[in-house]
């Protein structure tokens, strides 16, 4: 992404913090996995939101108005021998040159040249409660501030937090943002595809994980958004199973909940197949059901519409099709109002999407849900688990979960599908896998 786009976001940002106040934010750390070794670096999408830079042991200071420069970069000095072992680093003349920092300064003198920053300014915006060590920073510098204020010197008189503010701006995808999802989504959609063409009965559901991570890298993106979901049979009514040890079996369904990350942008993307190539009759109802659910909802995706329309709407389509199916027996609003539907689909329609595959941003404004906008982007995802234990239904439709799930980027007219590359009605995914073994 280029420096103008981080440029017109920090610009953005210090117009709504306002002259006469100031910003901090911190970098990522690193973080021990064992011994000598570390975990690779992820940076903080918020950090990494305003500074493209990516590196750990760095603090980005905003101030509106500053002669000096308004954006000041604390970071690692430039050091030949790190150079050497793990590789080059900007440093600070690399802040400046290659960063558009106004300013630089060395990490190590943060506590002596921070808290100079900080004078005179009324108010102090930063993740709150997010980062322990700045947390109690700021008090240190702003303690050694009233010391002075016999000199004239005012301390600031009010911390806020900085992410009401940036999360804000992060819902709202610029146009670079979203050419960096539609490639994320773009190679997550390649790769569940052949996920379902290389499925076969007797293989592990780690091989099938394998299989798409090792797209995603041959296709330039080395990190995954988030562990992936390849859960067979009964273990994908586990919302979140990761463990990814078990066979694959004939008869079993295979959901398989999986996204890359392209510089530092997430897709994601989940799709239910028959193992075999064909779904049973029970399969084959249950799965029709949430597909149609999880149409309805997309329908409901436009500007000026409730967030909570979607769910609204799978929930209406998932309770009259559990009742039609024999799952629950009632009223169908009665059902509803009494949350019975929950005993099968217990989670929300969806969530948004951007950096970090949960993102960030308000569902609700004044207690009320949010009404969507153009270049908000979010999952539409419904789902049915019913566990191999629940007596309450017949045994035909234990042990099977399934779970459908797109990313809608939300238009001036409607709303654009961005995962669309990968089958999910009956016929498509059957067809598909037909292909692979020959039995077309």
Same mark, same amino acid.
């Given at each position: 992404?280029?420096?103008?786009?981080?440029?017109?976001?920090?610009?953005?940002?210090?117009?709504?913090?306002?002259?006469?106040?100031?910003?901090?934010?911190?970098?990522?750390?690193?973080?021990?996995?064992?011994?000598?070794?570390?975990?690779?670096? #992820?940076?903080?999408?918020?950090?990494?939101?305003?500074?493209?830079?990516?590196?750990?042991?760095?603090?980005?200071?905003?101030?509106?108005?500053?002669?000096?420069?308004?954006?000041?970069?604390?970071?690692?000095?430039?050091?030949?021998?790190?150079?050497?072992?793990?590789?080059?680093?900007?440093?600070?003349?690399?802040?400046?040159?290659?960063?558009?920092?106004?300013?630089?300064?060395?990490?190590?003198?943060?506590?002596?040249?921070?808290?100079?920053?900080?004078?005179?300014?009324?108010?102090?915006?930063?993740?709150?409660? #997010?980062?322990?060590?700045?947390?109690?920073?700021?008090?240190?510098?702003?303690?050694?501030?009233?010391?002075?204020?016999?000199?004239?010197?005012?301390?600031?008189?009010?911390?806020?937090?900085?992410?009401?503010?940036?999360?804000?701006?992060?819902?709202?995808?610029?146009?670079?943002?979203?050419?960096?999802?539609? #490639?994320?989504?773009?190679?997550?959609?390649?790769?569940?595809?052949?996920?379902?063409?290389?499925? #076969?009965?007797?293989?592990?559901?780690?091989?099938?994980?394998?299989?798409?991570?090792?797209?995603?890298?041959?296709?330039?993106?080395?990190?995954?958004?988030?562990?992936?979901?390849?859960?067979?049979?009964?273990?994908?009514?586990?919302?979140?199973?990761?463990?990814?040890?078990?066979?694959?079996?004939?008869?079993?369904?295979?959901?398989?909940?999986?996204?890359?990350?392209?510089?530092?942008?997430?897709?994601?993307?989940?799709?239910?197949?028959?193992?075999?190539?064909?779904?049973?009759?029970?399969?084959?109802?249950?799965?029709?059901?949430?597909?149609?659910?999880?149409?309805?909802?997309?329908?409901?995706?436009?500007?000026?519409?409730?967030?909570?329309?979607?769910?609204?709407?799978?929930?209406?389509?998932?309770?009259?099709?559990?009742?039609?199916?024999?799952?629950?027996?009632?009223?169908?609003?009665?059902?509803?109002?009494?949350?019975?539907?929950?005993?099968?689909?217990?989670?929300?329609?969806?969530?948004?999407?951007?950096?970090?595959?949960?993102?960030?941003?308000?569902?609700?404004?004044?207690?009320?849900?949010?009404?969507?906008?153009?270049?908000?982007?979010?999952?539409?995802?419904?789902?049915?688990?019913?566990?191999?234990?629940?007596?309450?239904?017949?045994?035909?439709?234990?042990?099977?979960?399934?779970?459908?799930?797109?990313?809608?980027?939300?238009?001036?007219?409607?709303?654009?599908?961005?995962?669309? /590359?990968?089958?999910?009605?009956?016929?498509?995914?059957?067809?598909?896998?037909?292909?692979?073994? /020959?039995?077309?």
């Amino acid at each position: 992404m280029k420096q103008t786009e981080f440029k017109k976001r920090r610009k953005q940002l210090m117009q709504r913090v306002g002259k006469g106040n100031i910003a901090l934010i911190g970098s990522a750390n690193v973080h021990t996995r064992n011994r000598d070794v570390d975990y690779p670096f #992820r940076q903080d999408s918020d950090f990494y939101y305003l500074t493209g830079f990516n590196e750990p042991d760095g603090l980005a200071v905003f101030i509106p108005g500053r002669e000096q420069g308004e954006y000041i970069l604390f970071c690692r000095e430039f050091d030949k021998k790190k150079a050497l072992w793990e590789g080059a680093h900007a440093g600070l003349e690399g802040a400046t040159k290659h960063f558009a920092a106004d300013d630089s300064f060395p990490i190590d003198d943060l506590d002596e040249i921070l808290s100079g920053m900080l004078e005179n300014k009324t108010k102090v915006f930063y993740p709150m409660g #997010r980062d322990s060590d700045l947390d109690h920073s700021l008090q240190v510098w702003i303690k050694h501030i009233r010391t002075q204020s016999r000199s004239g010197v005012v301390a600031p008189a009010e911390l806020a937090s900085l992410e009401p503010i940036l999360h804000e701006m992060r819902l709202f995808k610029s146009p670079a943002e979203l050419e960096l999802m539609r #490639r994320a989504a773009e190679v997550s959609a390649e790769a569940h595809v052949k996920a379902m063409q290389l499925c #076969r009965a007797g293989r592990y559901e780690y091989q099938v994980e394998a299989d798409i991570v090792h797209h995603f890298m041959q296709s330039g993106l080395r990190a995954v958004a988030y562990p992936s979901i390849v859960a067979g049979g009964s273990n994908a009514c586990t919302l979140h199973y990761t463990y990814n040890k078990d066979q694959l079996k004939n008869g079993d369904l295979l959901l398989i909940d999986a996204g890359a990350e392209c510089d530092h942008y997430a897709a994601d993307i989940t799709r239910t197949f028959p193992v075999s190539g064909k779904f049973s009759e029970a399969q084959a109802q249950l799965y029709q059901l949430v597909l149609d659910a999880q149409l309805a909802a997309i329908e409901q995706i436009k500007p000026d519409i409730p967030w909570n329309a979607a769910h609204d709407a799978s929930v209406e389509v998932m309770t009259k099709g559990l009742v039609k199916l024999g799952l629950l027996t009632g009223n169908v609003k009665k059902l509803i109002k009494a949350e019975k539907y929950k005993q099968f689909y217990m989670h929300r329609i969806g969530h948004w999407l951007g950096m970090d595959v949960h993102d960030v941003g308000d569902y609700k404004l004044n207690q009320e849900w949010r009404n969507l906008q153009p270049d908000m982007v979010l999952t539409i995802e419904p789902g049915l688990y019913i566990p191999e234990n629940c007596k309450t239904v017949e045994a035909r439709w234990r042990g099977i979960g399934i779970r459908i799930e797109d990313d809608i980027l939300v238009t001036k007219t409607g709303h654009e599908i961005l995962t669309n /590359g990968v089958p999910k009605t009956i016929a498509d995914i059957e067809a598909l896998m037909a292909r692979e073994t /020959g039995d077309e």
